[in-house]
């Protein structure tokens, strides 16, 4: 699984929000990209309350 | 005596008249003691109120309570004057309380003063000046001076705002700290950081030093070099000092420091608890606030705001999806409904079409068979006729009356009517003999 940091978090949501106003999103890939928006979210709420090696549970159960 | 050591404080009083008490016997000297008292007399007849002098101080050291200052004074950089100054211990107490400003952030090195004092010749320590009274106003406005030098020159070097210009990351977590571990501003600093009511949580490294007296400045710029070396692991430094107007912000002043500070490659952030006006970190660094505890609220405050962010990517998303999900499903319904109509008009369409073939089909059926009837009618004539040429061919012959009847039977004719006979080649009219 990936290791990101909040700056990649953080533009990769902006990017899919930005896709989504801009109708460039069908309604196939609506729940592919709300997942992955809900994914990064959580990541970093989650990263924020973590420390570095708590986060590498979150990820091992994220590949489960 | 007396008259004579009041020509003393005219300048050019010659000495001579003043050893008159004291001509010096040929076969007689003074003692060390003695002369050191005479000395002592004259200073202190001469100076029976302080006087206020201006000064640079060179050293200050602290022993046995009481405070030694070694003041000069110079000319382009090369001492014209020096002495002695003493504060003794129970008279730095009163000042402590009396003055407005920190008697310690007066009383340092390189600053100039303005001193009242007492004159003193001791015997056995020689020429002293006795403190009595320090003038904030002044040495206060030698310290501005001097800070409005430093100021003028880390501007001048577009300093002031560089450290400023730098954007702190989204997220604030690894916090480098400038402090001392017992310190109480490094405590409460530390007690805000972990116990934050969101759960945040930070990874800080302390980097200690001395937040005070003369090994600040050094300490700290070694601090810098070290955080340097890994400067990619922090997110920013953080250089706090616990509250106390006691203490003295000189360090703080200092230009090495400042400009360390300004050039340093990630935020820096300080609290160092001032009471008056900001020192020059203040406004070198990217941040100043008032205390340790507003630095760190700052802090989550910070990573608060960004996950307010992402909490309204989130709302965004769920209002996007919604609406296009309910459009999407409107979408369907008007296809639902057009297709409906669609085929039912299709439906109707075709009834209509069936109806009006049922309606016509008898007609046209009936049409088609009177056609062929009529067809079928012209050829049973034509076949008949046919019929008729073969039979007479044969030899048989039609018998018709006059009218054209043909006669099948003796009866169906009068004996005098005239018969004619139809044979393949001809007509013969004939009578009737015998029926």
Same mark, same amino acid.
């Given at each position: 699984m990936e290791k990101i940091t909040y700056k990649e978090a953080f533009e990769e949501l902006q990017q899919i929000v930005n896709?989504?106003?801009?109708?460039?999103?069908?309604?196939d890939e609506l729940a592919e990209q709300s997942k992955r928006a809900a994914f990064l979210i959580k990541f970093c709420q989650e990263k924020l309350r973590t420390t570095e090696t708590e986060i590498n549970s979150l990820f091992e159960e994220k590949e489960k | 005596m007396f008259k004579n050591l009041w020509q003393f404080s005219k300048r050019n009083a010659e000495p001579q008249l003043l050893l008159e008490e004291f001509k010096p016997r040929k076969l007689q000297s003074l003692s060390l003691f003695e002369l050191n008292e005479f000395m002592r007399r004259i200073t202190a007849l001469n100076f029976s109120e302080p006087v206020w002098v201006k000064a640079e101080i060179a050293q200050y050291n602290v022993a046995r309570g009481n405070h030694y200052l070694g003041l000069v004074e110079k000319k382009e950089d090369s001492i014209t004057a020096e002495a002695e100054a003493i504060i003794w211990g129970n008279r730095f107490f !009163?000042?402590?309380?009396?003055?407005?400003?920190?008697?310690?952030?007066?009383? !340092?090195? *390189?600053?100039?003063?303005?001193? +009242?004092?007492?004159?003193?010749f001791?015997?056995?320590?020689?020429? %002293?000046?006795?403190?009595q009274e320090i003038d904030t106003a002044y040495t206060i406005g030698q310290l501005a001076l001097a800070r409005q030098k430093i100021i003028k020159e880390l501007r001048s070097k577009n300093l002031l705002y560089k450290n400023g210009s730098i954007s702190l990351?989204?997220?604030?977590? &690894?916090? =480098?700290?400038?402090?001392? %571990? /017992?310190?109480? *501003?490094?405590? &409460?600093? $530390?007690? @805000?950081?972990?116990?934050?009511?969101? *759960?945040?949580?930070?990874?800080? /490294?302390?980097?200690? $030093?001395?937040m005070q007296g003369d090994n600040t400045v050094?300490? =700290?710029? !070694?601090?810098?070099?070290?955080?340097?070396?890994? #400067?990619?692991?922090? &997110?920013? #430094?953080?250089i706090i000092r616990g509250g106390g107007a006691k203490l003295s912000l000189k360090a703080f002043d200092d230009l090495s420091l400042s400009e360390s500070v300004a050039n340093f490659p990630i935020p820096v952030i300080v609290g160092i608890g001032h009471e008056r006006d900001e020192s020059v970190l203040d406004m070198v660094a990217h941040t100043s606030l008032k /205390?340790?505890?507003? #630095?760190?609220?700052?802090c989550i405050a910070h990573n608060f705001n960004f996950e307010n962010e992402l909490a309204y990517f989130g709302r965004q998303m769920v209002q996007m999806v919604n609406t296009k999900l309910s459009g999407a499903k409107l979408a369907l319904k008007g296809y639902n409904a057009t297709? %409906? @109509?669609?085929? !039912? /008009?299709?439906? +109707?369409s075709e009834e209509k079409q069936i109806d009006s073939i049922k309606t016509q089909f008898p007609l046209l059926v009936k049409r088609r068979l009177e056609s062929n009837h009529k067809d079928l009618t012209h050829l049973a004539d034509k076949v008949s006729l046919l019929d008729l040429e073969h039979t007479l061919g044969r030899g048989y012959s039609i018998t018709t009356d006059e009218k054209g009847k043909v006669l099948k039977s003796p009866e169906e004719v009068d004996s005098k009517a005239t018969l004619i006979t139809r044979l393949k080649a001809g007509t013969i009219e004939s009578r009737i003999t015998k029926k």
């Open positions: 896709d989504m106003q801009n109708e460039m999103v069908g309604i | !009163q000042l402590r309380a009396t003055l407005e400003v920190p008697v310690e952030s007066l009383l !340092q090195e *390189g600053l100039e003063v303005l001193l +009242k004092v007492q004159p003193e001791h015997e056995r320590y020689g020429f %002293k000046l006795i403190i990351p989204l997220v604030i977590q &690894d916090i =480098a700290v400038l402090s001392t %571990k /017992t310190a109480a *501003g490094y405590q &409460d600093f $530390m007690e @805000h950081l972990n116990h934050n009511r969101l *759960g945040y949580r930070f990874r800080t /490294t302390l980097f200690p $030093m001395a050094e300490e =700290a710029l !070694q601090n810098l070099k070290r955080i340097r070396r890994s #400067v990619k692991s922090f &997110d920013c #430094v953080v /205390t340790p505890t507003a #630095v760190a609220d700052f297709l %409906k @109509h669609l085929s !039912q /008009t299709i439906a +109707k």
